[in-house]
């Protein structure tokens, strides 16, 4: 069975799902790692290879590659929850919170091949990959991302550049 088939069987189902369908979802993928490799997109318009995969009303899903040393921006999700789960390497997930008009590292952490990492809604992160290895993981966001908010360093303070 391919990438797109097993998404439909497992996905078209849901409606307005909870961060913990999203996971358990993602996880029922099989070979999802293998089934991916055809969707890996190289850097274009980000440090990052980003490729949206499936989309519907409820759900949008995308492919990600972050390459030896690059990083995602700092952002949010807008509106929407979500799950990813590393398929390949190990990633940084770096949380920040918002102290009034600016954001602030709070905490980070690795997650591993197979393992998952879940974004409630108003989660501000950046994905990282401090390593060697290319990091390639697979993303469920619901509902579909719109008006995510970016935040760029200045002068050593991350803003909102939205």
Avoid: W
């Avoid at 590659?65 to 789960?85: F, L, R, Y």
């Avoid at 108003?122 to 509902?143: A, C, D, Q």
């Amino acid at each position: 069975m391919e990438l797109h088939e097993c998404i439909h069987e497992i996905f078209s189902g849901l409606k307005n799902p909870l961060v913990k369908d999203l996971a358990t979802s993602l996880k029922q993928i099989p070979n999802a790692s293998k089934l991916s490799q055809p969707y890996i997109k190289e850097p274009d318009q980000y440090a990052y290879g980003r490729n949206v995969i499936y989309r519907n009303d409820e759900l949008e899903i995308i492919v990600i590659n972050i390459p030896p040393n690059k990083e995602t921006t700092v952002h949010d999700h807008g509106q929407s929850i979500g799950c990813a789960m590393v398929l390949e390497g190990k990633l940084l997930n770096s949380i920040y919170r918002s102290n009034d008009d600016h954001v602030e590292l709070s905490s980070s952490y690795f997650v591993r091949e197979g393992e998952c990492l879940v974004s409630s809604k108003g989660l501000i992160h950046k994905m990282s990959n401090p390593t060697s290895e290319r990091v390639v993981s697979l993303h469920v966001y619901s509902p579909p991302l719109e008006d995510m908010t970016v935040f760029e360093e200045q002068s050593g303070v991350l803003r909102n550049c939205t």
